[in-house]
């Protein structure tokens, strides 16, 4: 390897500082001794997540901050992206034995099946690879309500709001974290001219209870007609989620949830760590979860 190439990997693992790295490459490994979880069988609400051999050590912290705070046992279901190694798909099952692990391989055979009739659909979930999210999570879940959930997130305390949401049976709307800006593929005007409805601000599919019957695979083969839509690989699968919210009726979550870039925690239930601030997952949320003991308690 050329000098070039240890100064490149050195300056790539130590570009957010020492901290970072010894969080990341050292603390997150914690989680591994962790006791499982085996109550995770209230359909009341299905948990819903998509991950990958970069991002499955993440969805362990997630989903444990997530039930540790929450005390709900919500069912789960984990979607392979196709990338998981057989050992990283025998630790998630150590760590989850009563959930559904879909493989990439079995959702291909399902999945695709089920759009054939959805020529716009079936297209989008041969070449993206998050649409996952949408047509997979739809085709899996087994309850009426659906916790969409990332695993760059970090739950700090009982995620309060959202729960009385998810579990209010009168509540008739699908909630979900509030993004820093619109970040869609389509602009509202388009959405409204074409389709007749208003496109919500600000929606993140990141963190959000969905109702089942709001993805409608009808609905998207339509909003996947709307001029130029398929756009930035990730934007389009929020794009879908704020349609179908839309059309279905959506509010955001309290201020408290919503995806910020700037400053800290303060006192929020939990943190969406997007892209741009993943860094501070480990030397913020992942440091200030150790700080409070948090690993102790859930330690074997």
Known sequence: MSIGS??????????????????????????????PITKTSDITCE?????????????????????YFS??????????????????????????PNARIIS???ADAKVLVSLEVYPRCLEFRKTNHLSPKVFDFAAYLQSD?????????LFFAPPTELLNRIENKDYQLNTLNADVASSYTVEPEVVKNHLGFDLAERVNSGLGLIHKRSLSFDWI???????????????IEQTIYALCSSHFGVELLPPAYDVHL??????????HYVGQIRHLMYSEGIRHLVNSGFLKKISL
């Open 221 to 235: 083969e339509e909003f996947l007609g709307l001029p130029d839509i398929i756009g930035h690989f990730w934007r």
């Open 71 to 96: 005390q709900r046992s919500y069912a789960l279901c984990i979607h392979d992206d196709g990338t998981l190694t057989e050992e990283h798909l025998k630790t998630l099952k150590y760590h989850f």
């Open 262 to 271: 700037e400053g800290s925690i303060n006192g929020s239930p939990c943190r």
């Open 47 to 67: 948990i819903h997540v998509l991950t990958s051999a970069r991002d499955w050590l993440n969805l362990l912290w997630a989903l444990k901050s997530f039930y």
């Open 145 to 153: 309500r659906m916790l969409l959930l990332d695993s760059d997130i």
């Open 104 to 106: 990439r391989k079995e």
């Open 6 to 35: 240890i100064l490149y990997k050195f300056k790539e693992k130590y570009q957010h500082g020492l901290d970072t790295a010894y969080f990341r490459d050292h603390v997150r490994n914690k989680i591994l001794d962790s006791k």
